[in-house]
């Protein structure tokens, strides 16, 4: 029941009831390469980092067929290396802590539960990766990440669909570049060898095998300019 992070992201979802894009693994034509040109941005090309004060990471699962089953990952960081003209050139990085799951209102022992041998086996895999492989761009302001994300010392290639939200090159009051997205995704439990609880074939009676990734991240980069 996990995961990833990534970002811009990653960066990193949009609106948690969209369905989400095919990944490459499921066949699906990518959109031609060059056809997309990005939007104009004002945030310069360079090194970002995120900020962990505007960062959230989400997933869901199905219970049963009655809910989704949300909780969050609390301590995770990302770098990402910006190239606005060329967003093919960005690329991310990002960590997540397995031991920082939260959850809402879980019964008692619950939470020690999911990061347990069973589950994410957090004590040994203290550490979720992504590392982004292809970026492409789908539409002006939105693109799909492609990378390697490793869990539970397993590592399969995972596909985000981001959101460009907006950037500044810096602010009076927060004078570094600043640059925000969301992000979402899917991924199967089973691929990284967590499969206990998924339903048996034609029924709901369990913990889905599909875990929905849903992120929002702001990052700060290059210092703004000073004008002379």
């Not at 049963?64 to 990402?80: C, H, M, Q, V």
Request: charge should be negative; charged fraction near 20%.
């Amino acid at each position: 029941m996990t995961k990833l992070l990534p970002i811009a992201l990653l960066a990193l979802a949009l609106a948690a009831c969209a369905q989400p894009a095919p990944s490459a693994r499921d066949g699906a034509p990518a959109p031609a390469a060059g056809n997309v040109q990005p939007v104009a941005t004002e945030a310069p090309a360079g090194s970002y980092k995120l900020d962990p004060a505007h960062a959230s990471l989400l997933f869901r699962v199905d219970h049963i067929g009655f809910s989704k089953y949300t909780g969050r990952f609390t301590d995770f960081d990302a770098r990402l290396d910006l190239d606005p003209a060329d967003p093919s050139r960005t690329s991310l990085t990002a960590t997540i802590d397995p031991r920082s799951l939260t959850l809402d209102n879980p019964p008692a022992g619950f939470e020690a539960e999911i990061r347990g041998v069973n589950w994410l086996d957090a004590g040994r895999h203290p550490e979720m990766t992504f590392r982004s492989t292809a970026v492409q761009l789908t539409a002006p302001n939105a693109a799909r990440v492609t990378g390697d994300f490793t869990m539970h010392g397993q590592t399969r290639p995972v596909t985000l669909d981001v959101t460009y939200n907006g950037a500044y090159a810096g602010h009076p009051l927060d004078p570094n570049a600043r640059i925000g997205f969301s992000a979402k995704g899917t991924l199967k439990r089973s691929d990284f060898g967590i499969s206990v609880g998924i339903p048996a074939p034609g029924t709901k009676m369990g913990v889905s095998d599909d875990v929905e990734i849903i992120l929002e991240a702001e990052f700060t980069g290059p210092p703004l300019a000073t004008k002379k």
